[in-house]
């Protein structure tokens, strides 16, 4: 069973400052999704990566992927109260009886003060 | 309606009651999820349906029973449930295929608590 851990767990920042999420599992996997979930609403897709050491932007958010497909980082630069939400990471497994399925971690909670 | 739809958003039981929980997929995908997220474990997967057919079942209790009609609705029947099962239930689509990850869309969910 491929493990999956996030950490922080619980992050409270003011706004304007810069955060790191991170995201490690147990095994390599095929690729790798963050999501970010509001109250009251399911996850909604960020990113999707998929090759090894691939870093992708999205104004203010920035993913990386680890050069051994078994770690990811998301950073926020100038974190805005809009940011506030559950941050998921969920891996694509990358064989056997995992391929295809998503795995989730247990997510950081990310509070933006104003 | 567009996306994921789930009905009832809450949703209060006795242990002795019998409901049903409903998703509705406005997006043509051909893949439908139930998942569990409960406050100190992650999302779980629970069942997976692709083209109707249930192609996973995560050692989930008997007393969860799925249903897939049709591409675009999925049902989850609840009877005789634990406390331990209040939780957010999720529902998911997406459009299998390719090796490449793909996107699940998620309904807002249905808060359940089980008295």
């Known amino acids: 069973t491929q493990l999956l851990e996030q950490s922080p767990q619980f992050l409270s920042i003011q706004e304007g400052e810069n955060l790191t999420v991170y995201c490690n599992s147990s095994?390599?996997?095929?690729?790798l999704q963050w999501y970010r979930q509001e109250p009251g609403e399911g996850p909604v897709l960020l990113v999707t990566?998929?090759?090894?050491?691939e870093v992708k932007k999205l104004k203010r958010l920035t993913f990386q992927f680890g050069d051994a497909r078994k770690d990811s980082s998301l950073h926020i630069t100038a974190a805005q109260p809009g940011d506030t939400g559950l941050y998921l990471c969920?891996?694509?497994?990358?064989?056997?009886?995992?391929?295809?399925?998503?795995?989730f971690g247990q997510g950081t909670i990310l509070t933006v003060h104003p | 309606e567009t996306g994921v739809t789930q009905t009832p958003r809450h949703l209060v039981m006795g242990m002795t009651n019998k409901k049903s929980l409903k998703c509705e997929q406005h997006?043509?995908?051909?893949?439908m999820y139930w998942y569990k997220q409960s406050a100190k474990k992650p999302l779980e997967l629970m069942f997976v349906y692709n083209f109707k057919e249930q192609t996973e079942n995560n050692s989930v209790p008997s007393r969860f029973s799925p249903e897939c009609p049709n591409s675009s609705h999925l049902f989850l029947h609840l009877h005789t449930l634990q406390p331990e099962d209040s939780a957010l239930y999720l529902c998911a689509s997406s459009q299998d295929g390719g090796l490449a990850g793909f996107e699940q869309f998620f309904g807002p969910g249905t808060r359940l608590t089980v008295l």
């Open positions: 969920a891996l694509r497994g990358a064989g056997g009886t995992s391929y295809g399925k998503l795995t």
């Open positions: 990566v998929v090759t090894g050491g």
């Open positions: 997006l043509g995908h051909n893949a």
């Open positions: 095994s390599v996997f095929s690729s």
